[in-house]
């Protein structure tokens, strides 16, 4: 061995050990700081499980969302695997340049392999870095460019990520040009585009090198990628919350325990309260220990997954650029949140790793500790007030204190969305994290939003957010040409029929959503559809209560529904309410309650296609009367909770694009991308103070389509986006020409049209509200 060897590989080997022996320390510490997060059960179903990972980790159907960087990164990602082989090729090839591995060294199909994956990963991260750069802050939109993705991002720790990558690819593409030109120099014949098919004409640059030469310039590459590559294992071994490079491991863990073995997105249902890994009973709850976390306080309190969600976080900011509330200039960035929670989990990790003696002793006292973790562990609360600039949104977040770790601004400005959850490649749960900070402040510390004090009362005394009288339930019925059937009343049971109509809060009480009511009534009277309601005996969901994190709250009133639903024998239930359709359908299970549950878009779009439903085209001469048929030109807004909780996007499209000689158009941000209104995660009951409205950017959009009417499919949109059109109308931006009416209603016109029964009620015009405490807001 020549000089250049031996210190080549006396190096090489010395820095190998140190960043083994680092990574084994870190992936401990992962290891340690993950149990200290509370028990949560996801090994079930393996095999799905696997079948899901598989799925999502070789067909980037999570990365599918960007398809250039779901192709860049699937090819960077894949030769991170499979270039491994190259790094053991240039341990040997310190020790002799002319190295290759036993077996299928000179095997031509893997020569092939490491060929291409060499240019592509090479060429891949280029792509990456350019996109990275193309949307970088400094030439993006909004106050410091936080319309970039990337805004918040470490980007030393991606620039470092991106590099390396470039680096490795290099020395792989320089390494097997100089062997070709090595095997030309020796005369040994593997000097053919057999062996190297992408890389040989590289080598005919060195041909007027001596043997001696290109030896020597091997073995100096290969210990320059051996280098680099062991210098980033050092690097993210010492930077445990470089998720940017950590993900690439982690990440197979977070999808493999992802809420649903089969694959769904972990949306729909919120996780009950869960104590000791298991959910609380509430009728036992007075026998709970005292020292309890309902909710999560403190970061320990958070699941191990919860744990291991955050430190798998990539900061690709896909969740941030989706976010209503940080598109309106909010605080709340999902991306910022996760990476705040990572980096304070793990500098508060050491701490509450230590022994009882050490922290007998007090934080204060301690000694060994870094400043961040005793900064983490001095900061008296997870959630609070942090006294940030509206105008710097980074300042309220504070992993290492010393004020609260997140501003409660940040928290309470969430509409639970799940356009985060949806956009995440690595299936981060956001929407379940904040729920649980919403639920430990509001019933353990009673510090929610001022506003919520009226819909909690609303709820308790009258079971509806308004507060207004059972009684008054069966109101949007009068008059209807038609019995509308009652259970108790009319009929004994639900056999009698084919389905429960769930008319819901906001159907039965608000008198926008009246309308939608009575015309899914109408057309299932239409259609020879038997149903029937429960009047009186329905009382609220509780979504809202739910996801304004009063868990006692929606547990009463949820108990009390199933109870009701399972004594009149409810089988199929018909609900117009995307939150209802989603508390119904996948949160009462939860308590017993077992139902199969169609939206009013589903059922009437199935007796469409069944042609019990005719509808007919609009009169050529059609005037603007007001009445939801006439608009020429229709655009459709998704809500939420029924399309990226329920992934129900094609029956309220279908229903909308079968109406004879109306044209459909489509919003850019639409289906798994669509804009929220602002009303879901109990904002519908709050006031919006900060920002921009929600309602008033997705109003917008709509109109910017060029349609007459904006559709919708759940009364909180339509009490959203009105309030939005009026503002708009107001403002110049819009006529009275546009109307905001919900699908069923253009369905109703178009059916009575082939009745002779001409236009449905009267313009769909914004109606003042009932004067509830408290009122919804726009």
Known sequence: MSALQIVAVVVCLGVTAVAVALLVKT??????????????????????????????????????????????????????????????????????PEFVLPVIGHFFPYEWITDFFAFAGFISILVLMAIRQKNHPRSAAGEDGRRSRFFGSTWWQAYYVELTILGVTLCIGLLRALEW???????????????????????????????????????????????????WMITIALQPTMGVAWHRFLAFFNIFF??????????????????????????????????AALGVGKVEDFTW?????????????????????WNTDKPL???????????????????????????????????????????????????????????????????????????????????????????????????DAIVDMRRYKNLIESAFPAELNGLFKNLEKNSNPWGLAPRLRMDWAKDLPFEVKQVGQDVEDLSEVDYLFWVGCAGAYEDRAKKTTRAVAELLDTAGVSFAVLGDGEACTGDSARRAGNEFLFQMLAQQNVETLNEVGATKIVVTCAHCFNTIKNE???????????????????????????????????????????????????????????????????LLQILPGVEYAEMERSK??????????????????????????????????GAERIAVGCPFCKVMLSDGLNAAIQDGKATDAVEVVDVAQMLLAAVRRGDGGGEPDEAETPEPQPDPEPAPVA
């Not at 290891?31 to 059960?41: C, H, I, N, S, V």
């Open 672 to 705: 798994e991308k669509s804009f929220c209104c602002g009303a879901g995660g109990a904002r519908m009951w709050m006031e919006e103070k900060l920002g921009t409205r929600i309602n008033t950017n997705r109003t917008e959009e709509a109109l910017a389509t």
């Open 181 to 231: 030109t090595l095997a030309r120099k020796t005369g040994t014949g593997m000097d053919t585009a057999l062996h190297f098919p992408l890389t040989g004409w590289i080598g005919n640059f060195f041909t007027g090198l001596s043997v001696g030469a290109i030896e020597n310039l091997i073995v100096v590459i290969a210990a320059i990628k051996i280098l680099i590559s062991f210098a």
């Open 27 to 96: 992936v401990n510490h992962f290891l340690a700081t993950f149990r200290l997060g509370q028990p949560e059960d996801r090994g079930d179903d393996k095999g799905a499980r696997t079948r899901t990972l598989l799925r999502e980790f070789l067909g980037h159907t999570r990365m599918s969302r960007l398809p250039v960087v779901a192709i860049a990164h699937w090819f960077t990602m894949v030769s991170f695997g499979v270039l491994f082989f190259t790094l053991l090729n240039a341990f040997g090839q310190l020790f002799a």
């Open 333 to 431: 960035s999902p991306k910022l949140l996760v990476m705040t929670l990572r980096d304070h989990a793990h500098a508060k990790s050491p701490w509450l790793l230590a022994s009882e003696e050490v922290r007998a002793g007090g934080i204060e006292s301690a000694e060994g500790f870094s400043d961040a973790t005793k900064g983490a562990v001095a900061t008296e609360q997870l959630v609070g007030e942090t006294g940030y600039d509206i105008r710097h949104p980074l300042q309220a977040y504070n992993p290492h204190g010393p004020d609260a770790v997140i501003d409660e601004d940040v928290l309470w400005s969430c509409t639970t969305c799940g356009a985060c959850v949806e956009q995440c490649p690595v299936d981060i749960e956001h929407v």
């Open 588 to 654: 009462y299970p939860q308590l017993g309650g077992q139902y199969e549950v169609l939206h009013h878009t589903q059922l009437l779009n199935r007796l469409v296609r069944e042609k019990r439903l005719t509808p007919v085209a609009r009169p050529g001469d059609a005037v603007a009367t007001g009445a939801a048929s006439t608009g020429a030109k229709v655009t459709y807004h998704d809500p939420c909770y029924l399309g990226r909780h329920n992934q129900v996007y094609a029956p309220p499209r279908e």
């Open 305 to 325: 997954k919860g744990l291991l969600d955050f430190t798998t976080c990539t900061e690709c900011g896909r969740c941030q650029s989706q976010c209503p509330a």
């Open 258 to 291: 992802k809420r649903h073995a089969d694959g769904r997105t972990s949306l729909g249902e919120l996780q009950p309260i869960k104590v000791d890994g298991k959910p609380l009973d509430f009728e036992n709850v007075d026998e709970l220990d005292e020292d």
